[in-house]
């Protein structure tokens, strides 16, 4: 079966970091690009940014450039959001999903909350 | 950047009866390329988002045949033909033509 699971997220404070994980297994990892959304609650979703197969291609959203690193190790198959200088309005679920091209998610990951709080 | 308009936000729909939404982009999302990448998406309460639809009318697997998918430049039309208590949640469209935008979703519930 193929499945995307997260870990990370949590509570933090403003100014502070945090680091969300993404584990694929099922399918061949370094074949695909990966993708971040994130959702506020009660909210829509929004795109954070992505990374290509080898990771030597990243974009983000303005609001989080800067600021947040995706990046992905193939041989754990996994893809990491490293978070810092979180802000109250970073307060959201995140997921993780595949992209087989052109942001058609067809696989995402179960969500991760981050609240930016103090 | 591209804005996506859907419609209705909120659609109450009688189970058997047919439901229909809206998403109009603020441009043609017909790129460079020729090509139209406009997706759709169902989020059920407490759960992550699944797609339905990819590349304007591609239906998933396992997706029902009530469910539709239509349009072309500005205008996209997801179609249930007849909606069922399951369908329940919210609905978006995401394009990919020209960076990555969502819709603000509409909410269909049954009455």
């Known amino acids: 079966e193929e499945q995307l699971v997260q870990s990370g997220g949590g509570l933090v404070q403003p100014g502070g970091s945090l680091r969300l994980s993404c584990a694929a297994s099922?399918?061949?990892?370094?074949?695909?690009?990966m993708t971040w959304v994130r959702q506020v609650t009660g909210k829509g979703l929004e795109f954070v940014g992505n990374?290509?197969?080898?990771?030597?291609?990243?974009n983000y959203m303005d609001s989080v450039k800067g600021r947040f690193i995706i990046s992905r190790d193939n041989t754990q198959k996994s893809l990491y959001l490293q978070m810092s200088s979180l802000r109250v309005d970073d307060t959201a679920v995140y997921f993780c999903?595949?992209?087989?091209?052109?942001?058609?998610?067809?696989?995402w990951g179960q969500g991760s909350l981050v609240t930016v709080s103090s | 950047d591209v804005v996506l308009t859907q419609s209705p936000l909120s659609l109450p729909v009688t189970p058997g009866q047919p439901a229909s939404i809206s998403c109009r982009s603020s441009?043609?999302?017909?790129?460079?390329?020729?090509?139209?990448?406009l997706h759709w998406f169902h989020q059920r309460p407490g759960q992550s988002p699944r797609r339905l639809i990819y590349?304007?009318?591609n239906r998933d697997s396992g997706v029902p045949d009530r469910f539709s998918g239509s349009g072309s430049g500005t205008d996209f039309t997801l179609r249930i033909s007849r909606v069922e208590a399951e369908d329940i949640g919210i609905y978006y469209c995401?394009?990919?033509?020209?960076?990555?935008?969502f819709g603000q979703g509409t909410r269909l519930e049954i009455k």
């Open positions: 999903a595949r992209d087989p091209g052109y942001s058609a998610f067809d696989n």
């Open positions: 099922g399918f061949t990892f370094s074949n695909t690009w």
């Open positions: 990374i290509n197969q080898d990771g030597s291609v990243i």
């Open positions: 441009q043609s999302l017909v790129n460079n390329h020729g090509d139209t990448h």
């Open positions: 590349e304007v009318f």
């Open positions: 995401v394009q990919a033509s020209y960076w990555v935008t």
